[in-house]
């Protein structure tokens, strides 16, 4: 096997899906494969638009500055470019509010780089920077099984749905095909039991509407989020993003169902701690209606913890582990995984899939630590709390409000949710003096 998929010449990658992350793996495999062909079974369309087989592409997404990070080190440039297409550069310290437990967390000019950019522009940008690469095609086609070797045990392509190419080899197959992806049914009939995996249900709703942005509205800062806290469970987010206009969500955790009606959305908003989005609500002139999606649970397939692997496949992005959406983190953890596939693929691709897997699960773990910890909060949530996690809470609450006197926490909190530092970034020894000096502070 290893001979096979070593060997040099002509080796090929087939990448399923053809959005985020199947877009950044056949970017990252570009380096090392002679040819890459990205399968999708969507219409693609020509101008950044949303997409039937991206239900989020209606809802605003944010665009971590880890992420912003890592495409413009693929695609030198990119993010210049979607500034050029009218996206917003912005100091999330201080041109953004971060209310925490229903307070602003101090702001103070930073050295964060934040782009507020939609999800169908950013997709938009890396397809066509993709689809520049010499040794990359893109079909419009669906995977509908794989392919195996006499062994049964080697994925050597895939079988699709075209008539052109209903079979297409290759020495290693990505899904990137979403949470809807059909790997662990293709992996059962190779007899691969499924992975293990985690769950935490945080039953969020979301609830995206575009308006109009007009100068000096929201005090001529270009974005707001309110997040839920225990007791608390609605929050809210809006944007200033390309088209001069406002992306704004509202969401609801464990069941709180926000409305898409104009006087229900405005109720909903009023209801929220701080009253900044329901004011630019009442402000802005809707550009649409709203767009409603129920996003259930985060789901973590451990395939690192999978004795059997067959070679020649591996999953990335959702259908690896798909995250709350709330906490922003889907495309930046993409694009993570897209480097981790570059650099071990470069470094030859025996056994590349459990390579990745292992490499993968510590940039999920950092993740899902993040946006389980902030779930668990919540005691309607079901999941284990260990009292080490209880420790830390208490410590994270004391945290979050000395954040909002302390823009050095604030920074370091930022930096955290941005991806750009671990979260033991915020127990660092000179952090604990200033939570529990800021916390008594913040009290006052
Ligand atoms: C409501 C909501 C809001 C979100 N907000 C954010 C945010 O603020 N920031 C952020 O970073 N992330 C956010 N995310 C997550 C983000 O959308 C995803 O992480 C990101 O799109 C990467 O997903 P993906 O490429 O793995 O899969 P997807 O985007 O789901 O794409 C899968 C692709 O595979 C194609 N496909 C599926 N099956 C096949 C097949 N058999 N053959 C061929 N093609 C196939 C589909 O058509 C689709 O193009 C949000 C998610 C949701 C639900």
Redesign the pocket.
């Known amino acids: 096997m290893s001979e096979r998929i070593t060997s040099l010449g002509n080796r090929h990658a087939v990448v399923?899906?053809?959005?985020?992350?199947?877009?950044l793996a056949a970017r990252a495999l570009s380096e090392t494969f002679d040819r890459v062909t990205v399968?999708?079974?969507?219409d693609l369309p020509a101008q950044p638009a949303p997409?039937?087989?991206?239900?989020?592409?209606r809802?605003?997404?944010?665009?971590?500055a880890r992420?912003a990070e890592i495409l413009d080190e693929l695609f030198p440039g990119i993010t210049d470019e979607m500034v050029e297409h009218g996206a917003v550069r912005n100091d999330p310290q201080v041109d953004t509010t971060y209310y925490l437990d229903g307070r602003a967390i101090a702001a103070k000019p930073s050295d964060l780089v934040g782009v507020g950019v939609s999800?169908p522009m950013v997709?938009h940008l890396v397809r066509q920077r993709v689809e520049r690469l010499p040794n990359v095609e893109v079909h419009r086609?669906?995977?509908?099984g794989l392919l195996t070797g006499r062994d049964g045990a080697t994925v050597t392509g895939v079988r699709?749905n075209s008539t052109r190419t209903p079979e297409l080899t290759a020495d290693l197959v990505v899904d990137?095909?979403?949470?809807?992806?059909?790997a662990l049914h293709w992996l059962r009939d190779l007899g691969i039991a499924e992975p293990p995996s985690s769950r935490v249900e945080a039953d969020?709703v979301?609830v995206?509407r575009n308006y109009r942005w007009e100068p000096g509205q929201l005090d001529g800062r270009h974005g707001c989020l309110i997040v839920p806290f225990p007791g608390s469970p609605r929050g809210a987010g809006v944007v200033h993003m390309e088209d001069d206009r406002w992306g704004l969500?509202l969401f609801g955790l464990v069941g709180e169902n926000p409305p898409i009606d104009e006087d229900g959305m405005l109720a909903f908003a009023e209801s929220l701690p701080v009253p900044d989005i329901a004011k630019l609500m009442r402000e802005a002139k809707p550009l649409d209606d709203a767009v409603r999606?129920r996003?259930p649970a985060s789901v973590r397939w451990h395939f690192e913890r999978q004795r059997r692997q067959p070679e020649g496949f591996l999953v990335?992005?959702?259908?690896?582990c798909?995250?709350n959406?709330?906490?922003?983190?889907?495309?930046?953890?993409?694009a993570m995984e897209a480097l981790i596939l570059r650099d071990l693929a470069a470094g030859g691709t025996a056994a590349l899939p459990t390579r990745f897997y292992r490499a993968a699960a510590r940039v999920i773990d950092g993740a899902w630590t993040l946006a389980a910890g902030g779930d668990l909060r919540f005691p309607e949530i079901p999941g284990r709390r260990t009292a080490a996690d209880r420790l830390l809470a208490g410590y994270l609450d004391r945290y979050r409000l000395a954040a909002t006197v302390d823009p050095v926490l604030a920074r370091t909190f930022l930096r955290v949710a941005q991806m750009l530092a671990p979260a033991t970034a915020m127990v660092s020894p000179g952090h604990l003096i200033r939570v529990f000096g800021g916390a008594r502070r913040a009290r006052c």
């Open positions: 399923v899906g053809a959005s985020i992350a199947g877009l399968l999708e079974r969507d997409r039937r087989g991206v239900p989020q592409s809802h605003l997404h944010i665009l971590l992420g999800r997709e086609a669906e995977a509908v699709t990137a095909a979403g949470r809807g992806s059909r969020v979301y995206t969500v999606m996003y990335t992005g959702d259908a690896l798909s995250f959406p709330t906490y922003g983190q889907g495309m930046s953890v993409a």
